[in-house]
């Protein structure tokens, strides 16, 4: 069937079985999912708000009425411990005989749950892109011990500045380029505190995003030992702050960063020391991820996730005037969409009801870092080793049928292989993210799995087919439910889903990592 002959159908749009069991799309019952997710009474679906606490009971009583079991033992629902952390902003920056003020030259937070943080004259040390990342032969950490110091990382990765091939993945950004990644790793080392310094072409956003995204309040999930392990300050500082820092060493950052690029970096103590105190107000609170089990008819102890996250950005003052963040594409558009494959495999019977257990998730947080994926991976329901894959929606393209569907990464997974397959049954062309230095696939839900070693696959469609969404819509209040959206490209890629969900619930293949990682080594740990 040509992308064509579905738009403007209206209704029940029925495609032709690429599976088992055609599916269906029910567009009214999907229409009033997104309407509701997305409407004013939700409040942009903030966690730990009023619209968690509805959009919670919306998903436990749907899953209820589809006829799902608990995901969670006996609950549909389970806690995520979280704190939520609000730096004072009043803070300075002070680097030997400069002073830099917040928002303008640098951001800093902490996931730390204690009241202060400080630097008190910390020695600064620049360590490259601060990877350590054997597969590569590369570490740029090696020879320099930074214990309870100040780094100054890059962002990124060498692939992207090089746009070599040879060099990490060249252009695509691996999770070594990630922001994420660099303070998990300067933690491992021992560091103090990190300054990643921004440049808008290798962050793939302006200042103005980091200072938005740093300057407010921030969640984290809570341990038993405060987030103590965690790196105590993470920071970004502008461009011209790091040029004017390491020009104060009597170094040349410009020319610095030119050699970082190279395997073999050595990491370079400046004669500088750091000082800042960040003073925090802590909430103590729980939100929540909601699942609803469809169990296995013969491998019952064999699971696959299907999954959207729920949560958006909430309320919050705009020009002057409160401004809910409706959060319709993203992601109440995902959320509908593993409510119409519930609904969908639900009703199977016979032959046709799949082998293997569906869980039917949605999860909390995914804006303030993926932390309720984080927390289901690391209390799952089930040992992660009964996991076969982790299929993930985060924004589904509601306007018409396209020609292709993306792919986030390439020769990650076998999971690519089931893609492939289901597109061609469609008559469609698989095309790789247009955006790879953007980091995507490591930017959801799926990828707090796939550090449990849990393979899967991301479907995102934020903008394909709407130019103006990117510009003016995402995580802006603009993203509202539409009534003239077509359809037909949600119609068609739940379609999609439903055919590898059908083929993986109905096999006894263990779709494995194809690249050395330590995504495939954690897998390996648990004898897959």
Not at 67 to 84: R, T
Not at 211 to 235: A, I
Not at 488 to 509: E, R
């Amino acid at each position: 069937m040509k992308p064509s002959h579905l738009v403007g159908l209206l209704g029940i749009l029925c495609l032709p079985a690429v599976n088992a069991a055609t599916f269906h799309f029910d567009a009214p019952t999907y229409r009033q999912d997104v309407k509701t997710l997305a409407s004013d009474k939700f409040e942009g679906r903030g966690p730990l708000s009023e619209g968690e606490k509805l959009t919670i009971s919306y998903l436990e009583k749907s899953f209820r009425e589809i006829g799902l079991k608990p995901g969670f033992g006996d609950s549909y629902v389970q806690d995520v411990p979280m704190a939520k952390i609000t730096a004072d902003q009043q803070m300075q920056l002070r680097v030997g005989g400069l002073t830099f003020t917040n928002g303008r030259d640098f951001t800093a937070r902490t996931e730390q749950v204690v009241p202060q943080v400080q630097l008190a004259n910390s020695d600064v040390v620049f360590v490259g892109y601060g990877i350590n990342a054997p597969e590569y032969g590369w570490n740029d950490y090696a020879g320099v011990d930074v214990k309870g110091k100040t780094v100054i990382v890059l962002v990124n990765d060498p692939g992207f500045a090089t746009q070599d091939p040879q060099v990490f993945k060249g252009n695509a950004m691996t999770y070594y380029g990630r922001w994420t990644y660099k303070y998990e790793e300067a933690a491992r080392q021992g560091a103090k505190a990190v300054f990643i310094v921004h440049e808008t072409a290798p962050a793939a956003y302006g200042w103005n995003v980091v200072e938005s995204s740093n300057t407010n309040s921030k969640y984290t999930l809570v341990d038993d030992h405060k987030n103590l392990s965690h790196v105590g300050v993470m920071g970004w500082i502008q461009h011209n702050v790091a040029q004017q820092i390491f020009k104060a060493a009597g170094l040349d950052y410009d020319q610095l960063k030119l050699t970082a690029v190279k395997k073999g970096f050595k990491a370079v103590t400046l004669p500088l020391q750091a000082n800042l105190t960040i003073n925090n107000h802590i909430e103590l609170a729980t939100s929540h991820n909601v699942a609803g089990l469809l169990p296995g008819t013969t491998q019952p102890d064999e699971w696959l996730v299907m999954h959207a996250h729920w949560d958006h950005l909430g309320k919050a003052i705009v020009d002057g005037k409160e401004a809910i963040y409706h959060g319709a594409v993203d992601n109440a558009s995902g959320v509908a969409g593993v409510l119409a494959l519930a609904r969908h495999f639900k009703g199977l019977q016979g032959k046709a009801a799949p082998k293997r257990s569906i869980l039917f998730a949605s999860f909390t947080a995914e804006e303030n870092g993926l932390l309720g994926a984080q927390y289901f991976a690391e209390h799952p329901p089930v040992p992660t080793k009964k996991l076969v894959a982790f299929l993930n929606i985060d924004g589904m393209n509601v306007g018409k049928p396209t020609h292709y569907v993306l792919r986030y990464g390439e020769g990650v997974s076998e999971l690519e292989g089931y893609l492939a397959d289901a597109a061609k049954a469609q008559g469609r062309e698989v095309k790789a993210d247009p955006r790879p230095q953007n980091g995507l696939m490591f930017r959801s839900d799926h990828f707090a799995l796939a550090k449990e070693g849990v393979p899967g696959l991301l479907f995102l469609s934020l903008g394909d087919t709407d130019p103006d969404y990117i510009a003016h819509k995402y995580h802006q209040p603009a993203d509202r439910y539409d009534p003239n959206w077509n359809l037909g490209g949600v119609a068609q890629d739940l379609d999609l889903m439903s055919d590898i969900l059908d083929k993986l619930a109905n096999s006894d293949d263990w779709p494995k990592w194809l690249e050395a990682s330590d995504f495939k080594k954690r897998r390996a740990q648990d004898g897959l």
